[in-house]
């Protein structure tokens, strides 16, 4: 039976099987670039295993031992993400309404294929078949994402293209790049250029510092979009705000920069609430941020901000609300924007003081759930974990991260207000791909499996059965993920 991480709403297999043959090819019915890419990305997944040419036919009907893709139907109960997947021994059949499902659909017929369909290199003797089956399945959430802190410690185009294939592969829909904080400022402002060129030159311990230009993040932008990845930019304010400040002397009370900063200490920065510059400086970051963001959020962070006065932050806040959402965008904060008068699109992030965040949904806003203790991938899985951080005096094992439902985890808050999951990975303590690696993975396998498949789908005997073959597919993928003694790894 084959194993599918996140679980689909429906599926079921049979024991006969499509072989996947060196004259298959990929054929769609319609001429439309976006399914074109879907089907491109989908051969680009199977040829390095598979060395087989698989053309992309567009507007041909499909024979036997081809790959169908069709964009059909509007059945309502699929919805803007779902798709069916028809295998039988002669086809495989991928239909969805919408692009963003059949690119869905493809990602689950990756995992139908033998586990040497990841190989980077040719396996030769390998027959490439699939169980015929059925699968119907659509997300239980619409917010599946993944926070990834790039202020901390600077992670380049290359490593966030390498996480958004594997984001995508897992069927998450949005990444969230905590872009700017006390120890980096990691993208380039035209308009104050020494955010990034002097906010930007250290990180964490002193380790190097880095930054995005304009023309890179828009490749990031463009590499998620492709993989139907929403990226959400994170500036981060008032608070958590010492690499703008170090940046420039104008923008301090006192009007003199502080030092950069590059230890772990959190709360002890804040813009000057009260100087009309730094209303300049934040209309001139927001103009430029939104200008580089297709998606509708923008993020303002909000947390931490024990330096600014209560009723500084409530004015800091309501101020900011408006300069964003006069770009069109809509708002998102952590959870103690919730203290505030929040416009009615406006979006709080859960992550760890449950009376603050129903402030939020008593107002009738959205919300995220990040929960600290359930979905910080940095906090150790174990008293032993090196990496990572224990403030949330408890750890978060694999079963800890998966057994958990965000409808349930706070009393008496509305599920209807909660827009989904965001898994968050903090870098104070992760420097290097193999660290991001080792605290994303597995644990994310299961965040995916939570946003997307129903509450009652999920079962955790079941699902570390599941992950334990998952596990020789993420190894295919070379990533050096943490092996728990909590899961039987095969
Ligand atoms: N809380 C801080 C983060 C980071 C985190 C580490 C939020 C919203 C602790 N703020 O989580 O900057 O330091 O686990």
């Keep these: 039976m084959p194993t599918l991480i996140p679980q689909p709403s429906q599926a079921n297999f049979h024991e006969t099987v499509f072989n996947l043959l060196p004259t298959a090819e990929i054929v769609l019915n319609t001429t439309e670039s976006e399914v074109f890419n879907i089907a491109a990305l989908l051969a680009a997944a199977l040829r390095p295993a598979t060395r087989f040419e698989l053309p992309i036919r567009a507007g041909k009907a499909s024979q036997a031992g081809d790959i169908a893709l069709m964009l059909e139907g509007n059945d309502p109960q699929l919805g803007a993400e779902g798709y069916t997947l028809e295998i039988s021994p002669e086809k495989a059949t991928l239909r969805a309404p919408t692009a963003a499902g059949l690119f869905y659909a493809t990602q689950t017929l990756r995992q139908l294929f033998p586990i040497a369909i990841d190989c980077k290199d040719e396996q030769p003797n390998q027959t490439w078949q699939i169980a015929c089956g059925q699968v119907r399945d659509q997300p239980n959430y619409a917010w599946r994402g993944m926070m990834l802190d790039v202020a901390r410690h600077f992670f380049g185009v290359d490593a966030l293209k390498h996480l958004i294939d594997l984001l995508a592969y897992h069927k998450i829909n949005t990444l969230h790049l905590h872009l700017t904080d006390d120890q980096g400022w990691r993208i380039m402002i035209e308009s104050w250029p020494w955010l990034a060129l002097h906010g930007g030159s250290t990180a964490t311990n002193g380790d190097p510092g880095g930054y995005y230009t304009q023309a890179d993040y828009r490749a990031i932008v463009a590499y998620a979009q492709e993989r139907y990845i929403t990226v959400v930019p994170e500036i981060d304010m008032p608070g958590h705000t010492n690499a703008a400040l170090a940046s420039y002397d104008e923008l301090n009370e006192n009007g003199l920069a502080p030092n950069l900063y590059t230890g772990i200490k959190v709360g002890f920065s804040s813009l000057a609430i009260h100087k009309a510059i730094t209303y300049q400086f934040i209309e001139d970051v927001v103009r430029e941020i939104a200008a580089l963001t297709p998606g509708k959020y923008l993020h303002i962070g909000g947390d931490e901000t024990h330096s600014t006065s209560e009723t500084d932050y409530i004015t800091f806040i309501e101020r900011i609300q408006e300069i964003v959402t006069k770009t069109g965008k809509q708002m998102i904060g952590w959870e103690e924007i919730g203290k505030t008068h929040l416009k009615p699109g406006t979006v709080a992030q859960f992550w760890w003081n449950r009376k603050v965040i129903t402030q939020a949904t008593d107002q009738g806003n959205s919300i995220i759930m990040s929960p600290a203790n359930k979905a910080y991938m940095d906090i150790k899985y174990h008293e032993m974990t090196t990496l990572g951080l224990a403030w949330t005096k408890s750890y978060t094992e694999i079963k800890d991260a998966y057994e958990w439902d965000p409808a349930s985890l ?81």
């Design 410 to 490: 706070i009393d008496g808050l509305p599920a209807e207000s909660i827009l989904g999951i965001e898994s968050a990975l903090w870098t104070e303590t992760i420097f290097t791909q193999g660290n991001l690696d080792f605290m994303a993975f597995p644990r994310l396998c299961g965040y995916a499996e939570i946003g997307w498949t129903p509450p009652e789908k999920r079962n955790w005997d079941e699902y570390r059965g599941r992950l334990a073959k998952h596990g020789q597919r993420l190894q295919k993928m070379g990533i050096q993920f943490y092996h728990s003694s909590q899961i039987d790894w095969e």
